[in-house]
Each structure stands twice: as structure tokens, then as C-alpha cells.
């Protein structure tokens, strides 16, 4: 077989990245770390798989997830998947496509932003990629729409199912309200209109009544552990939110201008990053694969069942347009993009996973559950899933113990299956196509 590791053009930009990747190439290893997960046995292929063939997307596919604000890591990771070079100039957005990179698709698999340290290098970069022609498709992440949400609540009258909203983003988003107001505000008249501190604090923050509202008002639509889960993160959150502006040097007048800036920016149609959510999706189906950030339930399944991908992503962008936004936030689109599988999650049960089989999709791949080790091939609710979220962005690295910014990416085709490669694991992963069909036997 034909090293399935990409190859990165020789050339003094390259070399750190180079030095950083694995040169060979081993199986993909067997793991029992899950609960939820099986031991991976690829030997037996029942006779009902022949029934269930699967297929490999049209064109190679390039997943790159979670890069979380870190521009530098998701510019090394095209480079090291072989479909950007940077041969003319050092430093970002300087890149250009390879041959592979003009042939491949890249999908982004959610969470651009959030945690840091370049939230707009790092939109830049993607938009670099459009600009490219480069053939992209950008999922949703529940980083990204928490920042939507927090900007259209803040725009909206206040409710009991949309005030906690802004607050609800928590401290990850406050790196992107620093380079905000640093780039766009720190040298122009921002306070002219802004009201006073205790006047933004009642604008930010929920109401005293929110909490014993909200339980009545999400009964019946979350579970009594998502209610429960909700309820003790804003309590957090709310003690917590100001403080961590305070420590990245901005008030709370600061931080309603650097809002109302961010809403320019990414909702206003001539804004730099119009462009974000508007092009974003919340599904990909290539041949038997679905792309998504998180996970599914048994209403997606049936969803994706009776209507497809092209209806779901409709159907994502028609309710992001709908004014409440608590019914969107915790539906079963908005849980797509969410889900760990918990008991406050919507269900996936083998109803759902039934109808998402029977839909043609046999293999999840999805970012959202970080890695330390690169990704990992389990089956979770009776669902092949790859997760392939490995850990790129810097902050999240140090605060886990890993050197320097993340590189890597899941390559996905027929030639050379599923390759995961990860700047954390000594060999490249490696599943032939005849190993994820004996895998996938499984689990019919």
C-alpha cells in the first residue's frame, strides 16, 4: 500500500511543521477508554453488511475541527494535510492551494471561535480559503452560535428563554471581545452613547427572576437533567462573567460597546464577517459519512431519513431567522451541534440510529470531544463515530499539558481510507476501507 501521509512540500516555511509530524504510519489503535465506546473488531463482516455497502465520498475530504481561535495551528494543519503550501512569504494568510488542495474539499468542523489567541486571524484565514476557490464547507459549532445568540439576544426584547443568553457564553469568548474593542474601539470615541456600568449590567445580565422562571419555562421542552445542568452553569456564569472581563481589562461598558461593535461585524450585511454565519451548515453527507460538530438524536435521525442534509441545513438557517431563540437553542437542530450523548441531551436511541442507517449514513464524523492522543474511531449508541477534535488551539494545550499549538487533520477517502494525523501521536492512524466495513458490520 501507498504511504497514505499527505505530502508537505519541502520548503524552509514547512520545516517546523514537518518536524512536528509522524513519518510513518501504523492500524488505527484498538480503545477501551469510553464507556460508551466498543472495542474496535474489524475481522467479522456479517453477511447483512453486503446488504449495507459503504461509500467513500466523491472527492478526498480534509475535516479540520475545533481550531478554536488559534490561526496559526489551523494554517499548519491544511499545510501538514498536503492542500496548502506557503512558498513565497512566512507568517499568516500568505498560503496557496496544492494540486491536492485544488482537488480535495476541506470541511471545517465547527468551534472557529472562543478561548483564543487570534479569533480574527482566525476568520480571516477561512475567508483566505474562499478566496482560493478552495471547495469549503463550514459546520456549525456550539462556540460559534453561542456568540450568535448572545449578539441576537442582546439586539432582542428580553424573555425568560433569551436573557441569559450573552452571559451564557462565558469566559471563553471574552479573548474576542479583547481583540474587538483593541482593534476596532481602543483608538476611537467608543463610550460616545454607551450608558454607565450598572446601567450595562442590567442590559448583560439576566434578571433576579430568571432563575426561578426558567425551570417552568423549559419544562417540557429540556429534560429534568438539562434544566437542572442549565440552571447550575448560569449561576456560575453569572458570578463568574464580569470578573473575567475585569482580568482581560474590560468594563462592563467596554464590553456593551465591543457587543455593539460584534453585532456590526457579524450580523450587519456590509460587516467584515457577515460572511461566518451566513455561509455556515449544520450537516455534510459525502457518500455514507456525515460531517457534523456533535452528534445526533432520534428527531435529526428521522429528519435526515425522511427529508436529507439539504432540509436540515434549511431548516438550521430558517430558525436561526426565528425570533425565539430559546425554541432554536435547545431543539434537535441546535442539538446537533451540542451533544455529548448525556442524560441532558436528546436521546439517541436504537430508534433513531435505525433511521439514520437506513438513511444511508454509516459513519459520524464530528469534532466537539477533544483528544490528546489524535482521534479515535468508536462506536457510540450503536453509531460508527470518528472524533477527530484534536486538541489544536494553544490555550487549551497548556491548560492540558501539551507543547505549543496543535497540528493535524482527518483525511477521509477511498484510497486511503481513514488516516488520522495528529502532531500528538508517533505514526499516522490508518483504516483501510475493508477494516471500517468489518467495523461497521458491527454494529447491524
Not at 12 to 24: F, G, K, N, T, V
Not at 34 to 48: D, G, Q, Y
Not at 140 to 146: E, K, P, T, V
Not at 421 to 443: F, H, N, R
Amino acid at each position: 500500500m501507498q504511504s497514505p501521509i499527505p505530502t508537505v512540500t519541502d520548503c524552509p516555511h514547512h520545516a517546523d511543521i514537518i518536524a512536528r509530524l509522524p513519518s510513518e504510519w501504523a492500524a488505527w489503535p484498538r480503545d477501551e477508554s469510553s464507556a460508551n465506546s466498543h472495542v474496535l473488531e474489524p475481522n467479522k463482516t456479517p453477511s447483512l453488511f453486503k446488504k449495507n455497502k459503504l461509500c467513500w465520498p466523491k472527492r478526498s475530504v480534509v475535516f479540520i475541527s475545533d481550531p478554536h481561535a488559534d490561526a496559526v495551528a489551523f494554517e499548519d494543519s491544511l499545510i501538514a494535510a498536503g492542500v496548502a503550501e506557503r512558498k513565497k512569504k512566512a507568517g499568516l494568510g500568505h498560503l496557496s492551494l496544492t494540486k491536492k488542495g485544488k482537488q480535495s474539499e476541506i470541511i471545517v468542523g465547527g468551534d472557529c471561535l472562543d478561548k483564543g489567541p487570534s479569533n480574527l486571524k482566525l476568520l480571516r484565514s477561512v475567508k483566505q480559503l474562499y478566496k482560493l476557490k478552495a471547495r469549503v464547507t463550514l459546520l456549525a459549532g456550539n462556540h460559534d452560535l453561542r456568540l450568535l445568540m448572545g449578539l441576537l439576544a442582546l439586539a432582542r426584547k428580553k424573555d425568560v428563554g433569551n436573557q441569559h443568553f450573552f452571559v451564557r457564553m462565558g469566559k471563553k469568548v471574552v479573548p474576542l471581545f479583547r481583540e474587538v474593542f483593541d482593534e476596532y474601539l481602543a483608538d476611537a470615541h467608543w463610550d460616545k452613547k454607551i450608558p454607565d456600568e450598572d446601567t450595562c449590567r442590567e442590559l448583560l445580565f439576566p434578571g433576579d427572576d430568571w432563575f426561578k422562571e426558567f425551570p417552568f419555562h423549559a419544562a417540557g421542552f429540556l429534560t429534568a437533567e438539562g434544566i437542572d445542568r442549565e440552571v447550575r452553569k448560569m449561576e456560575s456564569k453569572n458570578h463568574s462573567f464580569e470578573k473575567h472581563c475585569l482580568s482581560a481589562g474590560l468594563s462592563l461598558r467596554q464590553v456593551y460597546a465591543t457587543s455593539l461593535k460584534c453585532q456590526q461585524l457579524f450580523l450587519h450585511k456590509k460587516g467584515e464577517f457577515n460572511w461566518f454565519f451566513r455561509r455556515m451548515e449544520l450537516v455534510a453527507k459525502r457518500g455514507s459519512f456525515l460531517f457534523l460538530h456533535a452528534g445526533l438524536d432520534d428527531s435529526m435521525g428521522q429528519m435526515l431519513l425522511k427529508s436529507g442534509t439539504k432540509y436540515a441545513n434549511k431548516a438550521f438557517h430558517r430558525n436561526l431567522k426565528r425570533r425565539d431563540l430559546f425554541s432554536f437553542y435547545y431543539s434537535s437542530i441546535a442539538n446537533t451541534f451540542r451533544t455529548k450523548y448525556r442524560d441532558a441531551d436528546l436521546p439517541l436511541t436504537h430508534r433513531g440510529v435505525h433511521a439514520i442507517h437506513k438513511a444511508g449514513i454509516h459513519v459520524v464524523v464530528q469534532g466537539h470531544i477533544n483528544r490528546q492522543q489524535g482521534q479515535r474511531i468508536t462506536i457510540k449508541k450503536g453509531l460508527v463515530h470518528v472524533e477527530a477534535d484534536i486538541t489544536l488551539d494553544c490555550h487549551s494545550r497548556t491548560a492540558e499539558g501539551l507543547k505549543g499549538h496543535g497540528i493535524g487533520a482527518t483525511l477521509i477517502g477511498k484510497d486511503t481510507g481513514i488516516v488520522g494525523l495528529s502532531c500528538d501521536y508517533p505514526t499516522a492512524k490508518v483504516m483501510t476501507s475493508t477494516e471500517l466495513q468489518g467495523i461497521y458490520g458491527q454494529v447491524l
